[in-house]
């Protein structure tokens, strides 16, 4: 295929990433569905070693095609370097085979099969159809990723046995009625229950398969190692991070905002002998609880649109057509953190963030609130949904799928320390609730480079799962159920649980640099716009585009 460079793309770059983007639609059905595509949906994805590498011999092919073209202008040059650092990167990982070995319960191909159901449409004809023929679909697109997984093992990269024996788990709940429930939530027809029992018999099939063939066979060891951490650390952050220098600077923040939240946990129960104390007495507490599903989920919509009037024109501009962010309960299963997930290309599906119940139906939103700041607006939603619109400015590469962890979820944590700059939290409540969660932000930056480099803990051991769950439980002020779901997932994702802490002090630098290189012109608005529009990208990037900005 070759890129069309008539009128409807401004440059052979943005072509060619249009054409990308099609063709990584026309491969992954499940990547279709993501991006709001409506090719592929009556299927889902060959998950084979053989089929990776297919893909991935395609991107070499666009990778060389894209380094020979020549930048137009400055969006041209941003549009490449972006497109080839993400490419780069996403290869060293499926040559590595880091990209199939280490999956977990927050990501795995079992997982974006389930939650692609979610995003499907559900009404009509043939929205009916795919939904049937996909879930007829799931025992073959399982048994093809067990074939990778036996693939890659015998190659002698073996994924930790905690995390095979967690997906096991989360395949047996999905098999135990999760399909069944799904559609009877918007159908009764008998043929679709039906494939909904066949996608359960494949759920199980695979949860025992991991569970009994391919357990005995794993790594025992839950840590990566320095060397496999570099990897996903640059994946995570499109930066070269010095793990040991921003171990410490965990530490080091971890304890600045301890102090803090013990300073307001005094004011809300004067005499509490720990911040875990203070925390339990914020959740029992009927001031700000919720009672039921439903309740929960206008709470939350609420608060997002509460948040979009207050800040809309003043701090931000946030575009008509994105101002609605849904809010849904996740797919029974998930992983115990709330999500977003991004709007459809064309914006006909919303931008949604997700909230895992654990099965409870009564909820307090004391530390409810700065994570939907962090999910909704001025977080996700606004950071992605803006770079979507941006089709004059952004690729379709840039605005679909260049997502990086450091950027974005940066972005987010940032998006909360901005609402508490601007009293976002005059609630003490609220505000001990936000410090719980950046305590748990410099918490994940200490435990997870600590675990999977094995250096020493604070209690003279080495830091481990035990040790790391106990740290968030007491400093983090999360209950241990939540922060064992934490851990499980910091071990099976290596150098993500860093990048919003490290994404998060690289937006605070590179606005406080600009505050300081233009003075008086400084505009807090016209930043945010500036930063926005330019879409995602690494942090080194990130440092070098907004040292641009001229206001």
């Known amino acids: 295929m070759t890129s069309d460079t008539s009128a409807s793309f401004r440059s052979p770059i943005f072509a060619l990433a249009s054409e990308y983007i099609d063709q990584l639609g026309q491969m992954w059905a499940v990547e279709a569905t993501s991006m709001g595509l409506s090719i592929n949906q009556d299927r889902l994805d060959d998950l084979s070693l053989e089929s990776m590498e297919k893909f991935a011999t395609y991107q070499r092919g666009v990778l060389k095609r894209l380094i020979e073209i020549e930048p137009i202008d400055e969006i041209d040059r941003i549009s490449q370097a972006v497109m080839r650092e993400r490419l780069e990167t996403r290869l060293a990982l499926h040559e590595s085979r880091e990209a199939y070995v280490t999956f977990g319960a927050i990501v795995s191909p079992s997982n974006s099969m389930r939650q692609a159901f979610e995003l499907m449409p559900k009404e009509g004809e043939l929205a009916l159809s795919n939904i049937e023929k996909r879930l007829l679909d799931i025992p073959r697109s399982l048994r093809s990723w067990r074939s990778r997984l036996e693939a890659v093992n015998k190659e002698g990269h073996k994924t930790a046995r905690r995390q095979i024996l967690l997906v096991s788990e989360q395949l047996r709940t999905t098999s135990q009625g999760g399909y069944q429930s799904f559609v009877k939530g918007f159908s009764d027809a008998p043929a679709l229950i039906a494939a909904a029992k066949v996608a359960e018999s494949g759920a199980l099939e695979m949860a025992d398969w991991m569970r009994e063939y391919l357990a005995p066979l794993s790594a025992t060891e839950d840590a990566v190692g320095k060397e496999r951490y570099e990897l996903w650390a640059k994946n995570f952050t499109g930066s070269d991070v010095d793990l040991l220098a921003t171990y410490q600077w965990g530490v080091e923040d971890l304890q600045r905002i301890t102090t803090r939240a013990k300073e307001v946990g005094e004011r809300i129960l004067p005499g509490a002998s720990s911040l875990q104390e203070v925390a339990e007495f914020c959740e029992s507490d009927s001031l700000h609880q919720i009672k039921g599903e439903e309740n929960l989920l206008k709470a939350l919509k609420d608060f997002t649109e509460a948040a979009v009037d207050s800040l809309d024109g003043k701090y931000f501009d946030v575009d008509p057509r994105i101002r609605f962010c849904d809010a849904r309960l996740a797919p029974e299963g998930a992983a115990a953190a709330p999500y977003y997930m991004d709007p459809s290309e064309d914006l006909s599906r919303p931008g949604t963030t997700w909230y895992p119940t654990l099965g409870h139906s009564t909820f307090n939103f004391w530390h409810i609130a700065s994570t939907w700041y962090h999910e909704a607006v001025p977080g996700h939603h606004l950071q992605i949904a803006t770079a979507i619109l941006e089709k004059d400015r952004l690729s379709r590469f840039q605005r679909t799928d260049a997502w990086t962890s450091g950027y974005g979820e940066g972005w987010a944590l940032y998006a909360e320390r901005f609402m508490d700059e601007i009293g976002g939290f005059e609630d003490p409540r609220f505000e001990l609730g936000y410090l719980s969660g950046q305590a748990l932000r410099a918490a994940r930056v200490v435990v997870d480079i600590g675990m999977h480099l094995k250096l020493p803990n604070f209690t003279g051991g080495t830091w481990d799962a035990e040790s790391a769950v106990n740290l968030l439980v007491e400093q983090a002020m999360v209950d241990r159920e939540y922060a064992t779901s934490e851990v499980d997932r910091y071990l099976s994702w290596p150098g993500q649980a860093i990048s919003y802490k490290v994404g998060e ?27 926005l529009r330019i879409g995602p990208m690494g942090l080194d990037a990130l440092r070098e585009e907004i040292g641009k900005y001229q206001g």
């Open 505 to 531: 002090r690289v937006w605070l630098e590179v606005r406080d640099e600009a505050k300081k290189r233009l003075g008086a012109k400084f505009d807090i608005k016209n930043f945010h716009s500036y930063a």
